[in-house]
C-alpha cells in the first residue's frame, strides 16, 4: 500500500527529495480526555500506521503541541520505521529563547524527545515582528546554522504569523531553505496569504502550507455552503475542497493537516491519492460558497491555542467554538446551555488585559469578542426567559 500519497513533481530548490503533497500535522491527535492533552496513543498511532502505510512521509510536530507531549509521541510512533523512510519537522519554541544556551538546551531535548539524530525540516517557529527578535540575540542563528553544517537540521526554515511586510523582512534577513504559512481559500484574501504565497515563490524556496482548512472551520462551513459544494460533487467531503485548493498552488510542497481521528486521516489520504488541481469551475463552486459562509460572520479562530493559559481562566477558544456554533445554526438553547456548562471559563471573566492578543496568530480582537459572546449569551438568556 505504500507510496499512494503522491509527491509534487517540482524541482524545489534545495530539496533533493520531495516530501508527500500531505503531511501529517501533529498538533490535533486525539485526546484521552475533552480539552486535556493527553494523547490517545492507542489510536494515534493507528493512524500515524495508515498513513505511513499510504505513503505520508512527512510528520509535523512543535515542541508546545499537546503541552509537549506531541514530540515525544510521534518520536515513539515513527521508531518502527526505517529513518531514512519519512521526514521529520519540529520548531524552535521562539518564545522561550533568551540566549544561545537555550537554543542547544531545547534543541537537545528535541531530538531526544523525538528519538531521533536529525530533523529533516526544522523551523523558528511562529516568526512574527516581535517573535524574530530571539533569533536577532548572539549566538542563535549561528547554533542552527552549526547545527545545518553538521547534518542535524537538513533544511532550516520558519514557520509565520504576521503581515506581508514583516514577512519581505524576515525573508531577506537570512537565507532560508523554506518556509510555512497559513493558506486556504479563506485567508487568501482575509489575511493577504495571496501576497505571502508570492513573497515565498519570489524568493524561489518552497512553500509549507498549514491550516488549509483553518482548524476544521473549512470542514464544516455552513448547511447552505455545504449545500453548494455537495450539488457540485456528491460523492467529496467539503474539507477535500479546501486540501485540493492548498495542494493546487505550484509552489507548495507539502499542505499539513492536523488530522484528528480515523475519518479526518483517512479522507485526506484519499483525496490526495486522487488529486484533481482546482480548475476555474472549481474555483467558481468555492468563491461562491465562501460568499455565504461570510455572511454568517463567524470568527476566524483556528483552535491553535496560543492565546491561552488566560490569567482570568477564560478559555477563549472554547467561547469561540460556542460562539461560531451559534453563527452558523442559530440554535440560542445550544449556545446558552454549551455557554453555562464552562462555568469557570466563560467570556464574561474578560478583563481586556490584552494578553491574548498579542499572542494570537490570527489578529483577532479577542477582548472586544469576548466582549460580544458575553451580551449574546445575556441577551439570548433574557428572551429565552420571557
Same mark, same amino acid.
Given at each position: ?6 509527491s509534487k513533481t517540482n524541482v524545489f530548490k534545495g530539496i533533493d527529495k520531495n ?27 493507528? /493512524? ?26 510521534i518520536g515513539k510512533a515513527l521508531k518502527k520505521y526505517p529513518r531514512d523512510s ?5 520548531? /524552535?519554541?521562539? &518564545? ?12 537537545? =531535548? ?13 523551523? +523558528? ?21 552549526? /547545527? ?27 537565507? &532560508?531553505?523554506? %518556509? ?7 485567508? &487568501? ?23 488549509? %482548512? ?25 474539507? !477535500? ?6 495542494? !493546487? ?9 492536523? /488530522? ?40 476566524? @479562530? ?7 493559559? +488566560? ?29 453555562? =456548562? ?7 471573566? +474578560?478583563?481586556? @488585559? ?17 466582549? =460580544? ?7 439570548l438568556k433574557r428572551e429565552a426567559q420571557k
Amino acid at each position: 500500500m505504500r507510496n499512494t500519497v503522491i509527491s509534487k513533481t517540482n524541482v524545489f530548490k534545495g530539496i533533493d527529495k520531495n516530501p508527500s503533497l500531505l503531511g501529517f500535522g501533529c498538533m490535533r491527535f486525539p485526546t484521552l480526555e475533552k480539552d486535556k492533552p493527553d494523547i490517545d496513543e492507542v489510536l494515534a498511532e493507528k /493512524m500515524i500506521d495508515y498513513a505511513y502505510s499510504h505513503g505520508v512521509t512527512y510528520y509535523d510536530t512543535a515542541y508546545p503541541y499537546h503541552h509537549g507531549l506531541s514530540e515525544q509521541f510521534i518520536g515513539k510512533a515513527l521508531k518502527k520505521y526505517p529513518r531514512d523512510s519519512f521526514f521529520l519537522a519540529s520548531k /524552535m519554541p521562539s &518564545w522561550l529563547i533568551r540566549s544561545q544556551a537555550d537554543a542547544k538546551r531545547i534543541f537537545q =531535548e528535541q531530538l531526544q524527545k523525538c528519538q531521533v539524530e536529525y530533523f529533516d525540516f526544522y523551523l +523558528c517557529h511562529a516568526l512574527s515582528k516581535d517573535n524574530y527578535k530571539p533569533y536577532q540575540l548572539p549566538g542563535v542563528m549561528d547554533f542552527l546554522r552549526q /547545527m545545518k553544517t553538521e547534518g542535524k537540521i537538513r533544511h532550516l526554515g520558519f514557520s509565520f504569523h504576521d503581515t506581508p511586510e514583516v514577512l519581505a523582512e524576515i525573508l531577506e534577513s537570512q537565507e &532560508w531553505d523554506f %518556509v510555512q504559512i497559513q493558506c486556504n481559500y479563506l485567508d &487568501w484574501t482575509l489575511q493577504n496569504a495571496q501576497k505571502q504565497y508570492e513573497l515565498i515563490e519570489k524568493k524561489g524556496i518552497p512553500c509549507i502550507i498549514m491550516e488549509p %482548512v483553518r482548524g476544521g472551520t473549512l470542514a464544516t462551513l455552513c448547511e447552505e455552503s455545504r449545500t453548494i459544494f455537495h450539488s457540485a460533487d456528491p460523492k467529496s467531503s467539503i474539507a !477535500s475542497w479546501a486540501i485540493r485548493y492548498a495542494a !493546487s498552488k505550484p509552489n507548495a510542497m507539502v499542505v499539513l493537516s492536523g /488530522m484528528s481521528n480515523e475519518n479526518q486521516t483517512k479522507d485526506n489520504i484519499h483525496t490526495i491519492s486522487h488529486f484533481r488541481p482546482i480548475d476555474e469551475k472549481d474555483q467558481a463552486v468555492i468563491d461562491q460558497a465562501l460568499a455565504v459562509f461570510l455572511s454568517n460572520r463567524t470568527i476566524p @479562530c483556528t483552535g491553535c491555542r496560543y492565546c491561552m493559559p +488566560c490569567p482570568q481562566g477564560v478559555d477563549i477558544p472554547r467561547m469561540f467554538t460556542i460562539y461560531n456554533e451559534y453563527a452558523l445554526s442559530h440554535y440560542a438553547d445550544g449556545f446558552i446551555e454549551s455557554y453555562e =456548562e464552562e462555568t469557570q471559563n466563560q467570556s464574561s471573566h +474578560c478583563i481586556a @488585559c490584552g494578553q491574548c492578543k498579542k499572542r494570537c496568530p490570527q489578529k483577532i480582537d479577542i477582548s472586544t469578542r469576548m466582549n =460580544e459572546i458575553t451580551e449574546l449569551y445575556l441577551r439570548l438568556k433574557r428572551e429565552a426567559q420571557k
